[in-house]
């Protein structure tokens, strides 16, 4: 139990760390999407401009010098980042579980610029990844600032991240959940306290200061038949099959972008060339897309042959912004394929149920969701996306069979999110659960005992046996003159060969598998168990390989154990 002075010193603190964070990342989040439709007004990006200034010779040299010399410039800031690329969600998800939750300012704040400048030339990459990074950074910083343990880190990056979708959305519980769902991976209600503080302070303040407008708007719709369920299934599966075939395409091209031989600064100067290039006839692939995305919900905006050719193109276009170094997200991308996915479905369901069929953005909407969820692996976020800003019960209850299904089919095939799925090939595999990925990222070094004995080659039996019972052990390793390990002996060869060697040459066995200080836990308990030795010897990294010393099975149980332990302590924490 809390004593009541400490019972308000938690009250005060979770307040102070959620309402801090939220006013923070929400500002954060309308000065950045402010600039980012300035920049598209000022670069004839967003629609409204480009119809104004259509069939003039300018427009066409906008459409392709604008994304190709924004990506020069995003080119040159990959090259002030560590890493020499932005950061995005898996960064925000691997800090948590590995650093604690501390993620480098530097590193988050220029992340920030590069995407500012691909989004404000027109690329088709999407700003909700880009927002989670910079919310998750200011979080960091804040909870940092006023940290009392570790905890208050990586609670402060949730803050951030729930901060900022709740303002881009204007759906806080959406982003308490998203926090929760993607990036903690728990829901204790110590940490939900705080996130709650954080994303209703950053709706206040977008909703009554700013009035920032939600993401789309629908207008009052009902399903119309209850057969239509049934296809909401089918809409699910086939959305799974194309999130799948756009995460796919993504890390494919991200991995030939990597081999290209140009120099990394000029790569998304190329793509930007191309991207212009397919914008001229088609122009909705340019930026993230919203305005081209609202029409999609309205029946009869484009043709069958359109909502395909731009689906297909999103997909391209997407793949080839990110697979050659411009900074975004994958999220809003996913809303535009999902939500013109959807609007062929329904084009499809009309055939099927004629006039009886549901107004085709509930085909739009359920599409969105579905493809965009399985994306990001956040089916109870996009849901409640979906029934935040339209306050649709029917709409969401329809959205949440699509998103059911989509998640079920995708996990399968690919994952449970292309975040996930980018972390396991950095090593960072969170299918294995908690507890070892995090003993996958601590180290053995801490836990090395120099108590072993060492023996010397020339030595013989009897004073190897003197020197083992001395220090009550079993088991020596024999070392050369610079430590490194010959091989090792046990007490009982030793007692039955006493009287035959006169030196230990004849007796010592081999040494088997060793350990270095930068081995993980989880590794080193691996080769433990498969050796079925009780201890192993840790040898230096470099040569000459000099005994450190040993690492016992218990000891590195003992660390699991006591990690596992706090573990659960943090994810029950009240």
Not at 236 to 252: K, Q, W
Request: proline share 4%; with cysteine.
């Amino acid at each position: 139990m809390v004593s009541g002075t400490g019972l308000v010193a938690r009250i005060v603190s979770v307040t102070v760390l959620g309402l801090v964070t939220g006013v923070l990342a929400s500002l954060a989040t309308v000065v950045f999407l402010q600039a980012i439709e300035l920049m598209n007004d000022w670069l004839l990006i967003s629609s409204d401009r480009r119809a104004a200034a259509a069939g003039t010779d300018w427009l066409v040299v906008a459409t392709i010098a604008v994304p190709a010399l924004g990506g020069l410039a995003v080119g040159l800031v990959n090259l002030k980042i560590p890493g020499r690329r932005a950061g995005g969600p898996q960064d925000v998800i691997e800090a948590v579980h590995v650093t604690d939750g501390r993620m480098a300012p530097r590193s988050g704040f220029l992340s920030a610029a590069a995407s500012l400048l691909s989004l404000g030339t027109g690329a088709s990459v999407g700003h909700y990844g880009p927002l989670v990074h910079l919310g998750a950074t200011l979080g960091s910083l804040v909870g940092f600032a006023g940290a009392v343990s570790t905890w208050t880190v990586r609670v402060g990056v949730a803050c951030g991240v729930a901060a900022a979708i709740a303002a881009a959305f204007n759906a806080p519980i959406a982003g308490i959940i998203f926090a929760h769902e993607v990036i903690l991976r728990h829901y204790s209600l110590r940490a939900f306290a705080p996130v709650t503080v954080a994303a209703t302070a950053s709706h206040v303040i977008v909703t009554v200061i700013f009035a920032h407008p939600p993401l789309f708007e629908v207008a009052p719709v009902s399903v119309g038949h209850v057969g239509e369920y049934a296809g909401f299934i089918i809409i699910g599966i086939l959305a799974a099959l194309v999130a799948v075939a756009y995460m796919r395409a993504i890390l494919f091209s991200q991995t030939l972008g990597e081999r290209l031989a140009i120099p990394s600064c000029l790569k998304p100067m190329a793509a930007g060339v191309a991207l212009g290039i397919a914008a001229l006839w088609l122009p909705g692939i340019l930026g993230t897309g919203t305005d081209t995305m609202r029409l999609a919900v309205v029946d009869g905006a484009f043709g069958t042959s359109e909502l395909a050719m731009l689906l297909v193109a999103k997909i391209l276009a997407t793949a080839l912004c990110l697979g050659c170094g411009f900074a975004g997200g994958v999220f809003s991308p996913a809303l535009f394929v999902g939500i013109f996915f959807g609007a062929l479905a329904g084009d499809a369901a009309f055939m099927v149920f004629g006039d009886l069929r549901s107004d085709v953005s509930v085909y739009a909407i359920c599409g969105m969701m579905a493809v965009a969820s399985a994306v990001i692996g956040a089916p109870l976020a996009t849901i409640l996306i979906v029934f935040e800003l339209t306050r649709n019960y029917d709409l969401a209850t329809a959205t949440m069979v699509s998103v059911v299904f989509s998640n079920v089919v995708c996990y399968q095939m690919f994952g449970r999110s292309i975040f996930d799925v980018q972390l396991r090939q950095r090593g960072f595999d969170l299918s294995l659960g908690r507890d070892r990925v995090v003993a996958g990222n601590m180290l053995i070094d801490s836990h090395v005992s120099r108590d072993f004995t060492a023996l010397e080659p020339d030595m013989t039996p009897d004073e190897a046996m003197t020197r083992l019972v001395e220090n009550h052990h079993h088991e020596a390793y024999v070392l050369d003159g610079r430590g490194v390990i010959v091989g090792r002996v046990r007490f009982d060869d030793l007692v039955e060969n006493s009287r035959q060697a006169t030196t230990l040459s004849g007796l010592v066995l081999p040494t088997g598998p060793v350990l270095t200080p930068g081995m993980s836990i989880r590794d080193a308990m691996e080769r433990i168990r498969r050796t079925g030795s009780a201890s192993i010897p840790v040898v230096n990294a470099d040569e000459p390989a000099a005994m450190l010393g040993t690492v016992t099975e218990a000891d590195l149980a003992r660390a699991f154990l006591d990690m596992a332990s706090g573990i659960r302590r943090e994810e029950h924490a009240s």
